[in-house]
């Protein structure tokens, strides 16, 4: 297994599982009613913006291999190489990352509003003019706003696609503008021969990843690559000495959060807590037992909730997970 991150979907050739999506945008294009926005929907993670670059790759003219899939193009086609260099002048990609790599909380509205004139102008190379916003999920208001007026004016030869993982939260008139294609979660068992296949992990292993990644085939693969079940491991063993956690050991942890992969640390290991803390609060339900139901529950939100915070105001990450430790020494004792 490697420590690598994934890669980025651009540079992703194979698709597993996208046939019915893909069909029906074939066919859209096959019968010349290809709609101007597609809205691609389900968990982060199951293929959408996979899918997105597939499609992208098509419009823009890279040439057809059928050993990719139906939506497949050949890697080392002039096209495919541009898309994956980000170098492709008919294409255009709004995303959280900026060219040195590092996220950011919102795609910002400057970004958005740079729409109309990409789209304003002719195909440089290609038959299409295509831009991927990767998440629509992640702009801000204005941003949104912006894109809106794109999606109100149609672009000639122009197509846009918006990956979201929770469409409940977009403006309404967006959704209303643009088709949507439904990316469908993976089974586990499904995504448990997805890990063994691609990453080499034993049964075991890729039961309980499969588990972490609620349908994400693609969330799992980061997943593994990022250390979930070292985190898993911690978060349980954490959870299972409250009230009285290892000092020691707590710090040796938090030592560990220090720089860009601390942050990947801490975030992982919040979520997986988070995780675990939300089935002791599913558990107390299905027992009748309200008062845990409610201790538990507010407990999840607060560490649900408590990398974005350390993000928003730049809180230190040690004293934050100290504060989350004391909340579940808080409920524990209740």
């Known amino acids: ?12 050739f194979g698709y597993d599982g996208g046939l019915a999506v893909e069909t029906a945008f074939q066919e859209s294009l096959d019968r010349g009613r290809l709609h101007h926005a597609w809205l691609l929907t389900g968990p982060e993670g199951v293929g959408k913006a996979t899918f997105a670059y597939r499609a992208a790759r098509r419009l823009l003219g890279a040439r057809p291999d059928a050993a990719y899939g139906l939506l497949g193009s050949d890697p080392a086609h002039p096209v495919s190489r541009q898309v994956a260099s980000r170098s492709h002048p008919d294409l255009m990609v709004l995303e959280l990352a900026t060219d040195d790599g590092k996220p950011r909380r919102s795609i910002p509205v400057d970004e958005a509003r740079k729409l109309p004139e990409f789209f304003s102008k002719a195909p440089a190379s290609a038959p299409y003019r295509v831009a991927i ?3 629509v999920d992640d702009m801000n208001i204005n941003a949104a706003n912006a894109l809106l007026k794109t999606l109100e004016e149609p672009p000639a030869r122009g197509i846009l696609f918006l990956v979201s993982h929770a469409p409940g939260g977009l403006i309404a008139t967006i959704r209303s503008r643009c088709r949507r294609l439904a990316f469908a979660p993976w089974s586990e068992e499904r995504i448990q021969g997805f890990l063994q296949d691609r990453a080499g992990l034993g049964a075991e292993e890729g039961a309980r990843l499969a588990q972490m990644a609620k349908g994400a085939p693609g969330r799992a693969l980061s997943m593994a690559e990022g250390g979930a079940l070292q985190a898993d491991a911690v978060a349980h063993e954490i959870l299972r000495r409250l009230p009285d956690a290892d000092d020691a050991a707590l710090l040796a942890v938090a030592d560990g959060f220090r720089g860009a992969e601390g942050a990947k640390r801490f975030d992982l290991l919040l979520e997986r807590l988070a995780d675990q803390v939300h089935g002791m609060a599913v558990q107390a339900s299905e027992q009748g037992a309200s008062g845990e ?4 529950a507010e407990v999840w939100q607060g ?6 915070e350390v993000e928003a105001v730049n809180l230190d990450r040690t004293d934050a997970f100290f504060t989350a430790i004391g909340r579940l020494r808080q409920a524990a004792r209740a």
């Open 293 to 296: 139901i409610e201790r538990w």
């Open 303 to 308: 560490l649900a909730a408590l990398p974005r």
């Open 133 to 135: 916003i990767d998440a």
């Open 1 to 12: 297994m490697s420590g690598s991150e994934a890669p980025h979907p651009r540079e992703v």
